[in-house]
């Protein structure tokens, strides 16, 4: 069996880089139906015994509960910065356990059962770190690992090379997996632009039935088909 920790934000300064896309409300409720989705998967799936949220939301007491998951506050870790937090809160989970360990984003809409089966057979195959990247390949979205095969976490831009590195530096098995479910998370227009064609070609969840069929998916298409890609990646408007 394993464990599972999933980093929430606080819900209500979520995706500050989609406000030109969605009202601040809005983009509360993506965020939520996306975690939503997330814990969904983690929490009906055989080899996951227990889910923990890493968050100082108000509202994540009543996700944990009403998802059967433990909830474990920013505050109560004694430590600052996104990393930091993480580290602290995966050592105390690993800590004696003898289970791997999923650390992984609450905004993976796309996320299904089979990309967590497909993570743990790779990671107790292995028995070091799983690394599960970006659609571009350099950010990470989920790393899997064991209390022997632990390395510092380095989320952030370029963050798949770095676990890469820190892996080889410290002799561990190391292995970076690229599946859909777990490559697409959600930061920029570009992001929401899969999400909408994924979600079209039949996905399901919270998510889906938060943007499929509906006055806000309708509006955020439209909106997307205004704004036109530009060589660094970002987009700008026609």
């Keep these: 069996m394993a464990q599972a920790l999933v980093p929430l934000k606080d819900l209500v300064q979520a995706k500050t880089r989609l406000a030109g896309l969605l009202r601040p ?25 227990r889910v923990t949220l890493l968050s100082d939301d108000p509202g994540a007491d009543l996700l944990a509960v009403k ?14 910065g996104f990393n930091p937090l993480l ?23 796309l996320l299904r059962g089979d990309d967590i089966t497909a993570v743990l057979a790779h990671q107790r195959r292995s028995g070091g770190l799983v690394i ?3 659609r571009e390949g350099t950010g990470t979205n989920l790393l899997a690992f064991d209390g ?21 530096a410290a002799g561990v098995p190391v292995r970076v997996l690229h599946r859909e479910g777990i490559a697409l998370d959600i930061d920029g227009p570009r992001d929401m632009a899969v999400l909408l064609e994924a979600l079209d070609g039949g996905a399901t969840g919270d998510t889906a039935a938060l943007l499929r069929g509906t006055g806000l998916g309708a ?15 970002r987009t700008r408007r026609c």
């Design 25 to 49: 409300s809005e983009r509360r409720a993506l965020a939520q139906a996306m975690v939503q989705d997330v814990l969904s998967v983690l929490c009906a799936h055989p080899e996951v015994d």
């Design 219 to 233: 509006r955020l298409a439209l909106a997307l088909e205004t704004l036109a890609p530009v060589g660094d990646g």
């Design 132 to 134: 599960g990247c970006d």
């Design 67 to 80: 998802y059967g998951c433990d909830c474990l506050a920013e505050c109560e870790l004694g430590a600052e």
């Design 148 to 168: 022997d095969s632990a390395v510092p976490f380095c989320f952030g831009p370029g963050s798949c090379a770095r676990h890469l590195a820190a892996a080889r």
């Design 87 to 109: 580290e602290e809160a995966a050592r105390r989970l690993v800590c004696g356990s003898g289970q791997p360990l999923l650390v992984l984003h609450g905004d993976l809409p």
